[in-house]
């Protein structure tokens, strides 16, 4: 999502074309997001706004495949969560309990309001046994006043107070691309992921089997792909580059 449809609440130039070149094709597709904060009906908003049309249905977030995740584990059980509405919501639909009493799985996501009341929580509920989740790696994430920090920073506090580490479901995790994969009934042969992170987008893709596709319009530039031990199917400034090929 941020990076190739949009960048700062604007869209990438061409993101629309793109997306209107997949429907004319009749190709499926999702919109993967390591953001949990929000629910997929309020993303297709705030990406409607920018003047990129992906309906609700079109979005995959890491707190949605954290629910899955979970449901498929332990369906049923009991969670203490940190984290907002994207995340609690997907914990509701899928079944889940959520109680700070006793929980089995202490699942931590994005919030923009982290408290050390919480955290401690946290930290209590797995010391005496609950399994540790957490919706994605991200150490920060963006502001209009700088990074702040995020998930996969108060991750790492909790699993040093712990000495008991998550399982991380968002990208680079390719068991989120798995899933999106089973919602649309696509397959790795013929699967293309576009992303613009090296770390999290491509090397997810790649683990999965799909084909992957690194724009320049997100946070990697071209003279850093040279730092990783991997490459990406195909090299584009932008999404408007693959309307052609769609």
Known sequence: MD???VREGEMVPGADRFLAALREAGRPFLVLTNNSIWTARDLANRLQGSGVDVREEEIWTSALATATFLRDQAEGASVYVVGETGLTSALHESGFVITDTDPDYVVLGETRTYS???ITKAIRHI???ARFIATNPDPTGPSPE???PACGAVAELIATATERRPYVIG???PVMFRYAMNLIGAHSE???MVGDRMDTDVVAGMEAGLRTVLVL???THEKELGRYPYRPTLVRESVADLVDIV
């Open 3 to 5: 990076g190739v449809l």
């Open 116 to 118: 050390f009341e919480a």
């Open 127 to 129: 010391t005496n046994g």
């Open 146 to 148: 700088g990074p702040l």
């Open 171 to 173: 990208k680079p995790n």
């Open 190 to 192: 013929t699967t293309t």
């Open 217 to 219: 319009s997100g946070s």
